[in-house]
């Protein structure tokens, strides 16, 4: 078992070099700006979700937001998308919801997001309740002093207790799978 587990971490190192060496490829500038990285990642400018969703991820992997991902941004994304542990995805999902960067998630931040995870997750109809339906959930069952708005405690501590809340917060479309996919498919 622990050698399965260990080649399955050098495959994660070994698609973290190949992403970077696309990365080179791409921006010999050094700076990648949301159109190439839309372009790496393979997004068609006819899907609104997957866009809205891309751009998303591009923020709020872009630290000192100026408007590019230097080479260190971009290998910080990629170890946190491939190979980031729970408390670290959870917390990024948290900044990602955080829109206005309040440290505070209101219904509208959360329903927004929800939106669009819902549309990409959901598209084919498996899932029976509507976005307003999830954030309402959400609040119910995470908003623990009922204010109206989640913490990063609450975030984190109703994700970790209830699974469902868990696969709606935690901003998991796959995304491991998805870059590893995507990456380096030119349009």
């Not at 891309?54 to 170890?79: C, G, K, P, R, W």
């Not at 959870?90 to 995870?117: A, C, P």
């Not at 623990?144 to 998991?172: C, P, R, Y």
Request: one cysteine or more.
């Amino acid at each position: 078992m622990g050698q399965e587990e260990s080649h399955t971490e050098e495959m994660d190192l070994a698609q973290i070099q190949e992403l970077c060496i696309i990365f080179m490829k791409e921006c010999p500038s050094g700076a990648l700006h949301l159109h190439e990285f839309k372009k790496i990642f393979g997004v068609p400018s006819s899907s609104e979700e997957e866009s809205m969703y891309i751009e998303t991820l591009f923020h709020s992997f872009d630290t000192n937001q100026d408007n590019a991902l230097d080479f260190m941004e971009y290998v910080a994304a990629l170890h946190l998308v491939l190979r980031g542990n729970l408390e670290d995805r959870l917390k990024w999902s948290f900044k990602i919801y955080d829109k206005d960067g309040n440290g505070k998630l209101d219904r509208h931040e959360v329903k927004q997001l929800i939106r669009i995870i819902y549309k990409i997750k959901f598209q084919k109809g498996e899932f029976q309740m509507t976005p307003n339906d999830v954030c309402d959930r959400i609040f119910e069952l995470v908003d623990l002093n009922h204010d109206g708005e989640i913490s990063l405690t609450e975030f984190m501590e109703g994700a970790q207790k209830d699974e469902w809340v868990m696969n709606m917060l935690k901003l998991d479309i796959n995304a491991k799978d998805w870059v590893i996919q995507n990456c380096g498919r030119m349009p």
